[in-house]
Every structure is written in structure tokens, then in C-alpha cells.
């Protein structure tokens, strides 16, 4: 017999959520199914520890599952557990009032949202949960009885304020919600949700990794019962021993979470255990994708709680210079709600971001060791996008620094890691001397490279847009300093060499000094200084920046997004052994104010500005200037 039936109003607060629930504030309406499945799997999990700690516990756990129950006749949709259930203070704690949901502080914030989007964001931040039914539902009935009780409860409401609760004789052990759907209305994304085929890719979406059995009875031959399927996998890779799954499930779950046909370049598993749990299961791919640059594309990988799916492409995750790293972290301790903006604010998911950087860090520094046909697949395609790290991620920089590998001058084939390349460093060297350019060709054909490769010193070769702007970010690696060899003075000789040429090279700069002196103010609206140089065998003269000038590729990579940038003027250094420099030397001594002598330093200057890839301010002028000294020679 039936007790009495009992209406109970809700908590004030909880009214307020209830119509903006009932209003569609919420866009994803499918997620109410989540949530129920998820309340529904965390029932089974309570039962089964209840049923370790308690021996005594008169409960059946013999066949743990959910079952899905559809009435496309009387539209109604049915989730349910043989769970742990509750009792009639329980529903009414748990149903009746939310206070505990922080409920006020998801109303306060809401008003001060200015659109619908944001608060559909603010919904997610606030555990909803069980209320997400009244998205979909006019009515909604709940029956349940507490494993280890005899008395059952039903709740039930229409959402509009009140709720009704009675004891029940019979009621299964577990819970039962049923769903008295709302008429289907496309354009307001309320689908069919009594069609098996809806529920199945609901399911597939955010629950196909619950741990227990999810089931819908299926479609019947005439004259033959229907009979209950399983309609999730429940396949959680990276929740099972490595030493269960196999390469080919691995490939396949690959293909899955990143919609690339081919397998993955390295498997990387992760599990922590702890002050919080996670895991994580992540690919790196064995090509970089399309839109690997470009502005638009998404990244990130995907993110569970509790094996529920909750958003793709977590940002929050992954730095921006991981952005091609793809798979799975499947959390313990968040909220199943927890949106993207609040994730950016969590101090776990930042704590879990750490740690899955280190692991492909280090990851990648045993492919470099262990496997260097794949580290330089690797690096062939995700090199470029790695070295942004070195420009944010201060952090793991040096870690960045140790997996990296850029051309030289060593080996025209083979990139060079920085760790070899300080192991072939000479005695008493002490800087990594590099050079950037457009192309390998145009650096190895330089002036500057001149007295490099005349005393056998290792020439980093960087032609990548990005090493323009860490060059000058990353001190150095490993004690060692970076030096650019068109910036600055360039000193290769010995303590010894040096004091060998002192007296020479006193000589050279008293013997230079009217020249320099004459031809700085020559070119004066070009250049900012006049000397000679050090690092030249062959060519007459070359254009050098100071220490800190900004090179001539990334000036016009300034200008090319719009950044106007006051002139840098630059150094010119001439070759005191060259025969042109010599022989302007001594006609500028004999003949001080010949006019053509200043067209020649113009000359001079225009070649080594054209040698090391710039851009003549007066092309024209520089072309007259030309012909008319290449026509006096015949």
C-alpha cells in the first residue's frame, strides 16, 4: 500500500535554475543524457565500495549495468541503475535543494552576464547535473530505492516549483529516471530523443568510456523477444595495462581522437596518483597537419572526467607550441561541468598541464638517443612549431633547447643538436656562433662566414622565420653564450694570436684612420659607423648590426605586419687586405676631394648591403653608378 502524497517546495534558488533551464538558456541540450548516465555510473561505483566496506550489505551486485528505456508512443525516456539508490532524505537533500551546488553564486554571476553565451558558459561552470533533465522534459519522475532498504521513494515535478514525494512498496533496488519529453523542436535543438538511434550517438559522444555496461534493447525479428544490447565500448585505453592493449588498438584509437589515417609517430602514457588522479594517453602524429600554422586552426586534446566525455580540443592542456600533440586526459577530481574558461583558472589542470609537457619533453629526448630515424621525422615536421616554446615556456626552455636540432656548417645533410655541437666546440671557444637568413645558400655564401670558415669554426645555419625572434630571447645552453656573426665585434684570434698582431693591427688602425673617419661621414645617412673588420678573407666589405640591433629579415618581418619601425642604421666593416679597400685608401690620400671617390665608397657600400641579401634604398642610382665605372674600364 501507498503512503500518503507529500508536495514539498524547492529551495527559492533552486526554482530560479529550474526556469532557466525550462527557458533554453542551455544551446546543448544533448548533455542532459551525459549527466544522468553520469549520475547513473557514479551509483554503481557507490554500491560496489559499499559493498566491499559493508559484508553484510543486502544488496544484489551480480549484474551492474544502466539501462536505456524508450516510449516513442508515450515519449518517454527512461535512465536506469541497480545502483546504490537513496532514500527519501536523501532525495530530498540531494533533489529537493541545491544550495550546495553554489547555486547563489551561479545567480549572481548569471545576472552580471552580458549575453546568452556567456551564460551558457556559466552554466557549465555550476553543477546542474540531475536539473539538465527539465532542458528536454515537462515532467520528470524519479523512482529509487536505497540498496540494504525495503522502502522506495518517487519524486516527481514539472519543474514549475513544487515537487511531490511518496514511499513506494516494490521499487527496484537502484534509481530510475524517467523523462516525459517535450514535443521535437529542431530549431530549438530539442531532438527526438525516444529514437534509438539519437540515444546510441549520445552515448558514443560522452559516454562510450563509462565503466559499466550501458544497454538499449534492440531491434527484434517478428516472433522473437528484443533483447538488451550494450551500446558503449567501455574501452578506456589508457585505463587499462599497457601490457593489455596492442599497437594496433593504439593506432586505432589514434585515428579516432585525431581523424588522421595514418598511425601515430609515438605513444605516450601518462598516469599520476596522488592529492589527484589523472591519466593520460597522448599521440604524437607522424606528419604535421595542414593547418599546423595557421591562425584558425584548433588544438588541444581531449578531455574526460571520470571516463565522460567532456569538450574537445581542451587548450588548456597543451601549450600553443605542443599544439600538434593529440589524445586523451581523463581526470578524477574535476567538476563534469567545468567549462573552458574556468579550466584556464584551475590550479589541477595547470599542475596536469606541467607534467604532460615534461613527459613529451623527455619523451622526444629518448627518441633522440633511442630511435633517430623517427626523432627526425619528428623534428622534419614539428621542429618550426617546437622552437615557439622558446619565446614562452621559460620554464622547460632549456629542456626545449636540449631537443632541438638546427643545420651548420659541420655537416651540410645532418642537423646538429646543440649537445654535439658544444662537444666539437674548439679549445677556448666560447660562444655558439650562428647566422640567420632566408636560405642555407644565401648564409654559406655570406661575407661573414668568410674568417668562420677560414679557421674552421661551427656556423649554426638558421633559416626558420621563428629563429629570428628566439635568438635573441635565449641567452645561451649549457654555460654557453649565442653569438651572431653579422652582430657586433668578432674575435676568433688566440690570447697568443692576439698578441702576436698587436703591434700590426695598431699599425693597420693608424693607417686606416683618415679613410674610416672620411668615409663615415660619407655615408652618414646609411650607416652609423666605419670600421674594419675581422671577420673578412675574401670580400671587400660587409654590413654588420650592433649587439642588439634587430636583424634585416625580422625588420622586415615588423613591417610586413604593419609595425612601423624607426631606420636602423647598421656598420659597414671593410677588409684592410683587400686590394678595393687598399687602393681607396691610398687615392683618398693622394686626392681628398675627388668627387668620384665618394661614388666608389657608395659603390662599396651598396655591394655589401646586395652580398648579404638587403635592399638598395635607389636602385637605380646604384646601377648608373655601375656602368659608368664598368664603361671607363674598357
Known sequence: MSTPIETLEFQSEARQLLQLMIHSIYSNKDTFLRELVSNASDALDKLRLESYRDKDLEADTSDLHIALETDPAARTLTVRDNGIGMTREEVVALIGTIAKSGTADFLTKLKEAKDAAASQDLI??????????????????????????????RWESTGEGTYTIQEVEDAPQGTAVTLHLKPEDAEDHLYDYTSPAKIREIV??????????????????????????TVNSMKALWARSSSEVTEDEYHEFYQHVSHDWQDPLETIRLQAEGTFEYQALLFLPSHAPMDLFLRERKRGVQLYVKRVFIMDDCESLVPEYLRFVKGVVDAQDLSLNVSREILQQDRQIQLIRRRLVKKVLSTVKTMMTADAEKYATFWREFGRAVKEGLLDDFENREAILEISSFASTHDAEKPTSLREYVERMKDGQEHIYFMTGESRS????????????????????????????????????????????????????????????????????????????????????????????????TSPACIVGDTHDLTPTLEKMYRAMGQELPPIKRILELNPEHGLVTGLREAHAARPEDEGLAETAELLYGMALLAEGGELADPSRFIKLLAGRLEKTL
Open 442 to 537: 644565401a648564409i654559406e655564401n655570406s661575407p661573414h662566414m668568410e674568417a668562420f670558415r677560414a679557421k674552421g669554426f661551427e656556423v649554426l645555419v638558421l633559416t626558420d622565420p621563428i629563429d629570428e625572434m628566439w635568438v635573441d630571447a635565449v641567452p645561451g645552453f649549457d654555460g654557453k653564450q649565442f653569438q651572431s656573426i653579422a652582430k657586433g665585434q668578432v674575435d676568433l684570434e688566440s690570447d697568443e694570436d692576439k698578441k702576436a698582431t698587436e703591434v700590426a693591427r695598431e699599425q693597420q688602425n693608424k693607417d686606416f684612420e683618415g679613410l674610416l673617419s672620411w668615409m663615415g661621414t660619407a655615408l652618414g645617412e646609411d650607416v652609423k659607423e666605419v670600421r674594419l673588420s675581422s671577420r673578412l678573407t
Open 124 to 153: 557549465g561552470q555550476f553543477g546542474v547535473g540531475f536539473y539538465a533533465s527539465f532542458m528536454v522534459a515537462d515532467q520528470v519522475t524519479l523512482v529509487t530505492r536505497k540498496a540494504g532498504t525495503t522502502e522506495g521513494v
Open 204 to 229: 558514443k559522444k560522452y559516454s562510450d568510456f563509462i565503466t559499466w555496461p550501458i544497454r538499449m534493447t534492440g531491434e527484434a525479428a517478428e516472433g522473437e523477444e528484443p533483447k538488451a544490447e
